[in-house]
């Protein structure tokens, strides 16, 4: 008896390993002809920028499989077993799912702290914000401050105030201060910085060379609807303080550089027109050195050079009271 538990310890010891290592999805599930277990996404937010390979696919067989690989931390993925994909919040630990393929949730996948209590936030009912301030120094938490984050950096802000000190030292609470930094680079007071910014004869065009005016950055595409549809009020505020010496041009994220001409010609926009290097890619331009992930988005720069005002969908209907209070 005692050499079959040395055996069955030696046989475990792998799996065992492996689990504190990195993590190991053991199934077995009802309903399942044939298939394969992959992660086809890590849910990344945007401001991470981070990219990550996942562990090759495994084929389902009988309906069981065991699916592993190793994170660099605890990171929500979709995890897709034969034709059902699954929301899950992943970490180095050991998981168990059992059932038929038809009945299951991410809350089927036992085993990781993480998705046990993400998934008992959403079966909560109570927004991201009630759940921070009632477990400040949760991992969830830290994720759901990190979710914040992608809006302003006041809420980015609001948000890291709400986390104990175990939250902020998770990935997700680190993450959140890094973004906090960001949002400082094109948050008022700061100096622009050198966005390169070309016109559509591919001349550069930078924005030092307008320091002692003030300067209106309206960033848009082609196509986006609400950038196209926000040109009539830029084009009032244009009529109004550009003959009081206020500067405007607009700032194209486009890739498609015919396509954005053409909109230039269609939408017939008097004002300068420029491109940013670098399109809306991520860690690239506008959304690396300004920390813009969404547009329309505006930008006042003050007569010294520096961000005077930073105006998203939500707030950009102040640039009347911002130009206004610039020019007194």
């Known amino acids: 008896m005692k050499h079959l538990l040395k055996i069955a310890m030696l046989l475990a010891l792998p799996v065992i390993c492996r689990a504190g290592e990195g993590f190991v999805i053991k199934g077995n599930v009802r309903g399942i002809v044939s298939g394969y277990v992959s992660i086809t996404e890590y849910i990344h937010l945007r401001e991470t920028g981070k990219e990550e390979a996942a562990p090759p696919r495994v084929r389902i067989e009988n309906g069981e499989f065991t699916y592993a690989g190793k994170l660099e931390h605890p990171v929500m993925v979709r995890l897709k077993v034969s034709t059902r994909e699954f929301f899950v919040y992943l970490e180095n630990t050991s998981y168990t799912v059992t059932g038929r393929l038809d009945s299951l949730s991410a809350a089927s996948f036992q085993g990781g702290p993480l998705n046990d209590e993400f998934q008992r936030f959403l079966a909560s009912g109570k927004s991201e914000i009630a759940y921070i301030k009632e477990n400040p120094n949760s991992g969830v938490s830290a994720y759901l401050a990190l979710k914040q984050s992608t809006g302003t950096y006041e809420k980015a802000l609001a948000a890291y105030d709400l986390l104990g000190p175990a939250a902020r030292n998770t990935w997700a609470g680190k993450e959140l201060t890094a973004t906090i930094a960001a949002f400082k680079r094109g948050a008022a007071g700061a100096v622009f910085p050198n966005l390169k910014l070309t016109d559509a004869n591919e001349k550069a065009i930078s924005i030092k060379q307008l320091k002692g005016k003030i300067v209106v950055l309206d960033f848009w595409a082609s196509w986006c609807s609400p950038c196209r ?58 959304k690396e050195l300004l920390h813009i992930y969404y547009i329309p988005h505006v930008i006042i720069v003050g007569k010294d050079g520096k961000i005077a005002a930073s105006l998203d969908y939500s707030t950009k209907d102040q640039l009347d009271k911002k130009l206004d209070e610039l020019l007194k």
């Not at 830029?234 to 954005?260: A, C, I, L, T």
């Open 229 to 286: 549809a926000y040109i009539p009020t830029m084009r009032e505020h244009y009529n109004k303080y550009q003959p009081k010496g206020v500067q405007f041009m607009s700032v194209s994220v486009d890739e498609n550089k015919q396509k954005w001409k053409d909109a230039m010609d269609e939408l017939k926009m008097e004002w300068t027109q420029t491109l940013a290097d670098g399109a809306f890619e991520d860690g690239k331009g506008v």
